[in-house]
């Protein structure tokens, strides 16, 4: 995959890609990123990319001579164009998702008040990441890129996404790691029953309960399971379901003392 990104500030990007995840994937060729500087394309005698809007107001616009030049010298006939804009769909990992299947994409970032309007023509797709205000569209790029280069097949582990947060529609189940009590704080004993099956519904249990208390907006919309409902009414009543109360009595040699 080549992901191509217009900017007046492709400095910005140096870390980015020079690091962790990223810098691994493009090292094993798993994606190539093409950092295009707008500022060359601008024909104007002061190498100006912006101007006051017509018409008068606040700030500076980014003209579209340079922009839409720019595009169109990296433009192929297989890219997929964004442009982040404050009009754009939110930005979600079934987004994500939908890109990490393309070949070619682009992201345009914009800068200052904002740019002339008829570069709109240009792009596919408007996106957003939220609705606050950012100076430009440079860290959106970076945000859109890294949730998409995870998802490419071998920059990482494909076990290690298939259970994150927003995968399925919940958020990611509590993780931990030794010692097992911290400061009176212990790891819940199902842990170390040594019963998968047990753990992975202690985990969906868990998911359930923090996406509700959380993330109202994402349980609401997701399906319940009979299975799911079954574990909600568990956390309602305070109750321990036969299944991890026989898992636990089952791994108990496992389950680390009280000491």
Request: proline share 4%; aromatic share 8%; net charge negative.
């Amino acid at each position: 995959m080549t992901i191509t990104i217009l900017t007046l500030f492709p400095e910005m990007f140096q870390g980015f890609l020079e690091n962790s995840i990223v810098k691994r994937a493009i090292a094993k060729g798993v994606v190539s990123f093409k950092l295009v500087n707008i500022r060359d394309y601008t024909k104007d005698k002061y190498n100006r990319v912006d101007t006051p809007p017509i018409g008068g107001g606040a700030g500076l616009i980014m003209k579209c001579q340079p922009l839409v030049d720019a595009l169109l010298d990296h433009k192929k006939e297989n890219s997929h164009v964004i442009l982040m804009s404050p009009r754009g769909k939110t930005f979600k990992q079934a987004t994500a998702h939908t890109y990490a299947h393309l070949e070619d994409l682009i992201i345009v970032c914009g800068h200052y008040e904002g740019i002339d309007e008829r570069f709109h023509d240009y792009a596919d797709e408007l996106v957003s990441i939220g609705d606050y205000i950012l100076t430009g569209g440079e860290i959106p790029a970076m945000a859109i890129s890294d949730a998409v280069v995870r998802l490419l097949d071998g920059a990482i582990a494909s076990e290690s996404i298939s259970e994150e947060t927003f995968e399925n529609g919940l958020l990611e189940y509590p993780q931990y790691t030794e010692p097992y009590d911290f400061k009176g704080h212990k790891v819940p004993d199902i842990l170390y029953s040594g019963n998968h099956k047990a753990i992975a519904q202690w985990r969906q249990k868990e998911s359930l309960r923090l996406t509700r208390t959380f993330r109202p907006d994402l349980f609401s919309a997701h399906p319940l399971t009979k299975a799911d409902k079954k574990l909600l009414q568990e956390i309602d009543e305070g109750t321990t379901g036969k299944w991890e109360s026989d898992a636990l009595a089952k791994g108990h040699k496992f389950i680390k003392s009280e000491e």
